[in-house]
């Protein structure tokens, strides 16, 4: 891949970086949310444009199978947090999209 596809793509990756350095900046949570949904969301977008800049037709398989190891992730911590935290935790949940 050459020319302006590689840019858009190129420039895609560097927006996901950048919305997940926000994310690890600036969302202050007592249970630290920073560690969770936002980093699996942007980390899926991050790599997905990788693999797109790369061309590797492997590496795809590689994605499938890190989205579901980090929704079966994502699952388990949402129970601790919400045993951690309890309704603080489930106040959050019903104010965001996480």
Do not use: S
């Amino acid at each position: 891949m050459q020319g302006p596809k590689l840019c858009i793509l190129t420039a895609l990756l560097f927006v996901a970086l950048a919305v997940l350095a926000w994310v690890l900046a600036w969302v202050k949570t007592p249970w630290n949310a920073a560690r969770y949904a936002p980093i699996y969301v942007f980390g899926a977008v991050v790599v997905t444009g990788l693999f797109l800049v790369l061309q590797q037709r492997e590496l795809w398989i590689l994605l499938v199978v890190l989205l579901v190891a980090q929704t079966i992730r994502a699952k388990k911590e949402a129970r601790v947090l919400e045993a951690a935290f309890g309704e603080e935790y489930r106040e959050y949940r019903r104010k965001t999209w996480f």
